[in-house]
């Protein structure tokens, strides 16, 4: 069955530290991956996608992601956080067929200090 | 404004009673989506509906029936709800099998089971 796992559940920076937080899926085939943000009180943006192309892409916000193939894994980063990016950030993935829906992980709460 | 919309944003129930959670997009969208968010466990799928007419049981599906009652409508169903049932809903929507665009999510409803 497809899974998501990100690992760290709850990351806490100083203004200005870099962010990387770690997300790996499992599925044989191909994968549309996602990271979605969720700020107190609020519900799902949209962060930043990849469907195919290059692996690193970039989103809203100053975030990016790399997906690896060989380690089923998209991490999130930014250069330099601000206490504005406190907020859960969730990975999430869907297999590349109609109909599929998306399978997220269980999220991490990120706090950043000002 | 174009979104997806839920109704009510909050909701107390007592153990046994049942309710209806309503979702509606006007985006045109194919697919409809129904998660619950719960600490430390990210957004669970609960049930889906790829296209009209047809509906999907998700990871968590039980103690819910959903609804496709047109393209736009989307609602999920407690008989009789349970304080298990305790949880933030989220509907989402998307335009195709596969979401290109990424998914539409609304701003939740916050259910408690007394």
């Known amino acids: 069955a497809q899974s998501v796992s990100q690992h760290n559940h709850h990351v806490i920076l100083s203004e200005a530290a870099s962010l990387e937080l770690g997300c790996n899926y499992s599925?044989?085939?191909?994968?549309?991956l996602f990271w979605y943000v969720q700020y107190p009180g609020q519900h799902l943006q949209l962060l930043l996608k990849?469907?195919?192309?290059?692996?690193l892409v970039k989103g809203i916000k100053g975030f990016e992601a790399e997906f690896i193939k060989s380690k089923f894994s998209f991490n999130l980063r930014k250069p330099s956080v601000q206490w504005s990016d406190t907020a859960e950030y969730f990975c999430?993935?869907?297999?590349?067929?109609?109909?599929?829906?998306?399978?997220f992980g269980k999220g991490t709460t990120l706090s950043v200090s000002s | 404004n174009a979104g997806v919309t839920q109704t009510p944003k909050f909701q107390v129930l007592k153990t046994g009673q049942s309710m209806t959670l309503q979702c509606a997009q006007d985006?045109?969208?194919?697919?409809m989506y129904w998660y619950r968010q719960d600490p430390g466990m990210g957004l669970r799928l609960i049930y889906y509906?790829?296209?009209?007419?047809?509906?999907d049981k998700g990871e968590v599906p039980n103690g819910y029936n959903v609804s496709r009652l047109n393209k736009r409508e989307f609602s999920l169903r407690l008989e009789s709800a349970a304080p298990s049932q305790t949880s933030v809903y989220f509907c989402?929507?998307?335009?195709?099998?596969?979401?290109?665009?990424?998914?539409?999510f609304g701003s939740g409803t916050r259910l408690t089971v007394v």
């Open positions: 989402a929507s998307t335009s195709a099998g596969t979401p290109i665009y990424g998914y539409t």
């Open positions: 599925y044989g085939g191909t994968v549309n």
């Open positions: 990849y469907f195919s192309g290059d692996p």
């Open positions: 999430a993935a869907q297999a590349n067929q109609a109909g599929t829906a998306l399978i």
């Open positions: 985006m045109n969208h194919n697919s």
């Open positions: 509906s790829a296209s009209e007419g047809t509906t």
